[in-house]
T-cell receptor, first 111, second 117 residues
Framework: LAKTTQPISMDSYEGQEVNITCSHN???????ITWYQQFPSQGPRFIIQ???TKVTNEVASLFIPADRKSSTLSLPRVSLSDTAVYYC????????????FGKGTRLHILP | DSGVTQTPKHLITATGQRVTLRCSPR?????VYWYQQSLDQGLQFLIQ???????AKGNILERFSAQQFPDLHSELNLSSLELGDSALYFC????????????????FGSGTRLTVV
């Protein structure tokens, strides 16, 4: 699994768009980029996954540049309930045996 | 409800004791993963099972062991418990990919909170 780097924490305000960037310089050809969200005392929840360009679902968008060495999770118009830790994972989740979560980004939404 | 069931939700026990945590994966998922999360810490990968066989090991202590049964449920056994073993223990499951690079995600249970006193 490729090593990832993301900010330790971020603050934003309700109604704003939040972008969390993850660096993954050693991403391999078969690797996908996956983001999880974790609320306190709950298990992580799958948010979005992508390989290249842009992916959008009902929760978020994922922007991946052509070189795939980074990715940006975009949360539109956040609310207080989006306060959580967000993890970026990079790998071929069908092949990798040891799925390692980093520290994640602690997002704090302010009123 | 994620489809991954973990029991019990809470467990309080004394040092030196042994406990068993149980996980039922989502229907159709053959892989089960165990993670430990201490207070304000990230998720530490412990061990993975695939269709009954151990597939990968992380930073799992020798006092801890796990197994996956024919019905695919898994148990994590923690023995000679220490205060530092107090944590949330999560189980996750995943489906077998049909082709390399298949879009996959891991489904996590709601965890078992273990308190060692």
């Amino acid at each position: 699994l490729a090593k990832t780097t993301q900010p330790i924490s971020m603050d934003s305000y309700e109604g704003q768009e939040v972008n969390i960037t993850c660096s993954h310089n050693n991403i391999a050809t078969n690797d996908y980029i996956t983001w999880y969200q974790q609320f306190p005392s709950q298990g992580p929840r799958f948010i979005i996954q992508g390989y290249k360009t842009k992916v959008t679902n009902e929760v978020a968008s994922l922007f991946i540049p052509a070189d795939r060495k980074s990715s940006t999770l975009s949360l539109p118009r956040v609310s207080l309930s989006d306060t959580a830790v967000y993890y970026c994972l990079v790998g071929d989740m069908g092949r990798d045996d040891k799925i390692i979560f980093g520290k994640g980004t602690r997002l704090h939404i302010l009123p | 409800d994620s489809g991954v069931t973990q029991t019990p939700k809470h467990l309080i026990t004394a040092t030196g004791q042994r406990v068993t945590l149980r996980c039922s994966p989502r229907s159709g998922d053959l892989s089960v993963y165990w993670y430990q999360q201490s207070l304000d810490q990230g998720l530490q990968f412990l061990i993975q099972y695939y269709n009954g066989e151990e597939r990968a090991k992380g930073n799992i202590l020798e006092r801890f062991s796990a197994q996956q049964f024919p019905d695919l449920h898994s148990e994590l056994n923690l023995s000679s418990l220490e205060l530092g073993d107090s944590a949330l223990y999560f189980c996750a499951s995943s489906v077998v990919p049909s082709a390399p690079g298949d879009l996959l995600g891991y489904t996590f249970g709601s965890g078992t909170r273990l308190t060692v006193v």
